[in-house]
């Protein structure tokens, strides 16, 4: 399949979408790591400020605790519990009994040990609480439960007993308990979400504008350096598979690839070279193939002469036989003419009888004449010339030449001869053909026989001819060889004869089937056109039969 120039596929677009997921991967990465990096300071941050805030809250309220001034203390931390930020304030007492909350309905309720606040100092593995914390371990954030969406960073700060709170006089906690209550603080971190999503949407932003920033920039280079040298490429390919040897490609950069363009246009400068080589090869070669056709052709007229010569020699007996009676019967009148002339006056009787005498003397001549006119017009080379042929004449002047023949073989002779069209032939040539059937049928029958020649019209614009022999037949496996040049089963044969008659019938556009059993005969079916109109080879001699 070829796949036109654009679109989707082509290098420029695997370029950038190639870059284009690399960059998605590396600003993924670096966003989450970034963000990452900007929340946990930011939660850092916050946790120290809480850290510092419950302190001071701690610090606030320390006198009023040490001298037991608990509404005081309380009224600091609700207070302090009502600035913008502060989600609540609590106090656990020793026994995680919640003694003040800024949410009143949590006061007097008991405080889960297994619960965030609790947790750090009493988590799994511990039998007593923890007495001291770091930072990191006293925050924690959680989810708020009034459903608000933003989380809460809660803060505890324990309170411990110190040396001025057991020694105290107004009230006396026990040396022994290192810690009286906890401060529990929760401050809201919705500013710190929103200032965290802002950060993910202007990372997200600059990401996406880097990444198509990027995306395009390598989109232009590619296209540039990669997708016009690329572009020429192809289109050179394409003008040297159209045969436009001379087209090179400019080479206008010293990178790779100008490299490949330089390389290209050696490989055409080769190609052409080798075309140009091809070209003179194969001008000689049609030269050659010339000068071979040409010494084909006058090997072939050379054969077909050849052939022609060996079916004079076996049409020399029976034409020998065919001329004697004539010539004999000539010299006897001759003979009788002299003795009665040489007598004297002859009378008018005498003279009757030796016009009449003349006249057989005439006509035995005249068949002798066309005997021998017919044999040197068989054997006489000549071009090619089609003109309006009765098939049955030309089978007629064949038996003429052959028929003394069939009567020395004792072969009894059948003819159905239908009439039919002329049709656009070379008369001698034909003749030949039919002669060297005939003869080959007669070889075929040695101690004599039957042959039966039929002619009829077949089908619109065709003749056919078929001549059958009761003679020894042809093996199955010779079949497919009888018409190839040289082949004969015959001790005396040249194996032309019906090679010649292939050649023939196939030049005036027909077709030769035979069809044959050992032992029971042969029959040969000649098919001619009617007109030479798609079959003419006049101009192209044909090489795998032999033609005149």
Not at 151 to 165: A, D, F, H, Q, W
Not at 232 to 243: C, F, N, S
Not at 285 to 298: D, F, I, N, S
Request: charged content about 25%.
């Amino acid at each position: 399949m070829r796949l036109k120039p654009g679109g989707w596929y082509n290098l420029s677009t695997k370029a950038v979408i190639a870059v284009g997921i690399v960059n998605v991967l590396v600003f993924l990465v670096f966003s989450y790591v970034s963000i990452r990096t900007q929340r946990q300071h930011l939660i850092s941050e916050v946790v120290r400020g809480a850290s510092l805030f419950s302190d001071t809250v701690k610090s606030s309220t320390y006198r009023d605790m040490l001298e037991d001034r608990r509404e005081d203390a309380y009224l600091v931390m609700e207070t302090i519990g009502r600035q913008e930020g502060i989600a609540k304030v609590r106090i656990f007492n020793k026994e995680g009994k919640i003694t003040f909350s800024t949410n009143k309905s949590e006061i007097d309720q008991l405080v889960d040990k297994q619960a965030e606040a609790c947790y750090a100092c009493h988590g799994p593995g511990m039998t007593k609480p923890a007495v001291s914390l770091v930072t990191q371990a006293r925050a924690r954030i959680y989810g708020e439960k009034n459903g608000n969406r933003h989380r809460v960073l809660g803060m505890i700060t324990p309170i411990y007993n110190e040396k001025s709170c057991y020694t105290s006089s107004c009230h006396v906690h026990p040396a022994s308990q290192r810690v009286l209550g906890v401060v529990d603080i929760g401050i809201s971190l919705a500013d710190i979400d929103r200032e965290i999503g802002a950060i993910q949407r202007r990372t997200a932003v600059l990401a996406a504008g880097a990444i198509l920033l990027i995306s395009l920039l390598v989109w232009l280079l590619v296209r540039h350096f990669v997708g016009r040298p690329v572009r020429e490429l192809v289109k050179g390919t394409q003008r040297i598979a159209e045969g436009d040897l001379d087209h090179l490609i400019p080479v206008d950069r010293s990178d790779e690839m100008g490299s490949l363009a330089e390389a290209f246009n050696r490989m055409t400068r080769s190609l052409k070279r080798a075309h140009e080589e091809l070209q003179s090869l194969m001008e000689k070669l049609e030269e050659k193939v010339r000068e071979r056709t040409r010494a084909l052709g006058e090997a072939q007229a050379q054969l077909v002469q050849s052939e022609k010569l060996a079916s004079l020699g076996k049409l020399a007996a029976s034409i020998a036989h065919e001329i004697n009676n004539p010539l004999s019967g000539v010299l006897t009148y001759a003979k009788l003419m002299i003795r009665q002339l040489s007598r004297g006056q002859p009378d008018e009787k005498v003279l009757r009888g030796a016009i009449k005498n003349l006249s057989l003397i005439e006509r035995e001549t005249q068949r002798c004449s066309t005997i021998v006119r017919n044999l040197l017009d068989f054997s006489r080379q000549r071009d090619l010339s089609f003109a309006a042929v009765d098939v049955n004449q030309v089978i007629e002047e064949a038996l003429s030449l052959l028929g003394n023949q069939l009567v020395i073989q004792e072969i009894q002779l059948q003819k159905r001869l239908s009439p039919m069209p002329s049709i656009q032939a070379d008369f001698a040539q034909l003749r030949q053909a039919f002669i060297n059937i005939i003869m080959n049928a007669c070889e075929a029958m040695e101690k004599g026989g039957g042959l039966t020649i039929e002619s009829r019209p077949a089908g619109e614009g065709a003749v056919e001819v078929r001549v059958t022999d009761t003679g020894v037949g042809i093996p199955a496996e010779n079949l497919s060889k009888i018409f190839d040049p040289f082949f004969t089963t015959k001790e005396k044969g040249t194996g032309l004869g019906l090679s010649v008659v292939y050649g023939i019938i196939e030049r005036h556009g027909g077709r030769l089937e035979i069809q044959s059993q050992a032992g029971r005969g042969t029959m040969m079916i000649v098919h001619l056109p009617v007109s030479r109109s798609g079959k003419e080879r006049d101009e192209e001699p044909q090489y795998d039969r032999l033609v005149l």
